[in-house]
């Protein structure tokens, strides 16, 4: 047979080489990233909330591959349906018909979004965002869209407008005319709507960057404020929603709040066929979509394949079947109510906060001679070097994989997979507490580290 081609012999013959691929022919930062903090592993399978390297030990995941994989890796469910799609040989995006699976895939998504009434897919989060930025603009037939500091949205170009990290934003400009106010502030919120220019305020009802979340009382009230001056609200939801944060979406958190579009993304793909999706109030598509002429206005080469309405289909199943939302609550309640017995133990940590499976680790100037003496030294190297000082012995030492929340922050975030059990927390909690332990006895491996940490900060500036 001609064209025949043997993925697993290639990985066989060439998997060794993958960081020196990839500094050859991808972004050459990333592997010395990783090897310069210890990172450079390597991962030969995965199952669930673990994955195991080339000498076969078990790690934790806790990261999610940056909270895609919300039901783990290799969910059962999901492969199958893959499977089956593959097999079925449907006449995919011929583009002049309409297939089954996304009208079937947005019933279904739909159906846990009361208030919204059609649904846009894409390949990805960032492009969710994209499309609701376009839809509110053409709806409201105005051209400015309010977002928080420190938000994060995406980093293609629209979305990169209301991103709210100086450091993504450099080099990048003109970028949208957009304005950033902090979250919270409602009289900045109603300041800026006065204008009368407001197409629509895009919010994460929790940032990722931080893991802060939106005041009580304030996505309902600034709804309010939207609604008045004719402009939007739009719910980023890439990492919040679909249970991660105990209920099916964040924004459900507070009673009354009915978003005018929402954004998905990430946990929908379950972990294979990048999915997005903008979900909306069926006068705004109908708007956008005001006539056959503008039939393909917004459209996406991608979206709607088989393949990932498949995978979206499969995930909603396994977390209706499986009860995933209630026990990504149950699970985070008790991870954060382990982690927060902390807080008065230890000098260095300084609050838990979040909810359900999306938890953020704050650490804080301690109050003690010797450990303020070397707190003050990293923070005047670079902060964020003392959260890194612990991603990296709970990655060498405990086999436990977790992030940095962002760029200058002392916050470790959590978002594992919504699958992981007591035993994982367990885990988690005894490695945390152990690498506690040895940051404040004042010396050791981790703050050797911390020094090395110290002298490639300087160098870099």
Not at 159 to 181: C, H, K, W, Y
Not at 242 to 262: C, M, N
Not at 345 to 354: A, C, D, P, V, W
Request: with cysteine.
């Amino acid at each position: 047979m001609s064209g025949e081609f043997d993925l697993r012999a290639l990985l066989d013959e060439r998997g060794g080489e993958r960081y020196e691929l990839h500094a050859k022919y991808l972004n050459h930062q990333l592997p010395r990233m990783l090897h310069t903090i210890g990172f450079d592993k390597v991962y030969e399978r995965a199952e669930g909330a673990h994955f195991w390297d080339a000498d076969g030990v078990d790690h934790l995941d806790m990261l999610a591959g940056f909270g895609v994989m919300g039901l783990g890796r290799h969910h059962p469910v999901v492969r199958k349906a893959l499977h089956d799609v593959l097999d079925a040989q449907l006449a995919d995006l011929t583009r002049f018909d309409c297939q089954p699976l996304p009208g079937l895939l947005a019933e279904r998504l739909l159906a846990h979004s009361p208030h919204l009434d059609r649904v846009f897919f894409g390949n990805s989060g960032t492009e969710a965002v994209e499309t609701a930025l376009k839809f509110a603009r053409y709806a409201t037939g105005r051209p400015r869209v309010l977002y928080c500091s420190h938000a994060f949205h995406g980093l293609t170009t629209g979305s990169l407008s209301v991103n709210g990290e100086r450091g993504f934003r450099e080099g990048f400009d003109p970028l949208l005319p957009d304005t950033a106010i902090a979250l919270g502030d409602l009289d900045a919120l109603e300041r800026e709507l006065r204008r009368g220019d407001v197409a629509a305020f895009v919010v994460e009802p929790i940032q990722g960057k931080g893991v802060h979340e939106a005041p009580p009382g304030f996505l309902g009230s600034a709804q309010e404020l939207l609604h008045r001056h004719g402009a939007l609200l739009i719910a980023d939801e890439v990492q919040t929603g679909l249970g991660r944060t105990g209920d099916f979406y964040a924004y459900q958190h507070e009673e009354g709040v009915e978003p005018d579009l929402v954004c998905v993304a990430k946990a929908l793909s379950g972990g294979y066929v990048p999915v997005g999706a903008t979900l909306g109030k069926d006068w705004i598509f109908k708007k956008v979509y005001s006539s056959m002429d503008r039939v393909l206005v917004h459209s996406a080469s991608f979206g709607s394949n088989a393949q990932a309405m498949a995978a979206g289909l499969a995930v909603l199943s396994v977390m209706e079947s499986e009860g995933t939302v209630a026990h990504a609550r149950r699970t985070g309640d008790l991870l954060s109510g382990r982690l927060k017995e902390l807080v008065p133990r230890y000098e260095l940590l300084h609050e838990i906060r979040g909810r359900g499976l999306m938890i953020g680790i704050e650490f804080g100037r301690p109050s003690s001679l010797g450990l303020r003496g070397r707190w003050t030294m990293l923070q005047a190297a670079r902060k964020g070097l003392f959260a890194q000082m612990v991603v990296v012995p709970l990655l060498q030492r405990h086999r436990i994989l977790t992030q940095v929340s962002g760029d200058h922050l002392e916050v470790i975030k959590l978002i594992p997979p919504l699958v992981i059990d007591e035993a994982d927390v367990d885990r988690f909690v005894t490695a945390f507490t152990a690498v506690m332990d040895e940051a404040h006895g004042g010396g050791g491996l981790m703050w050797d580290f911390g020094k090395t940490l110290v002298k490639q900060a300087v160098a870099q500036r």
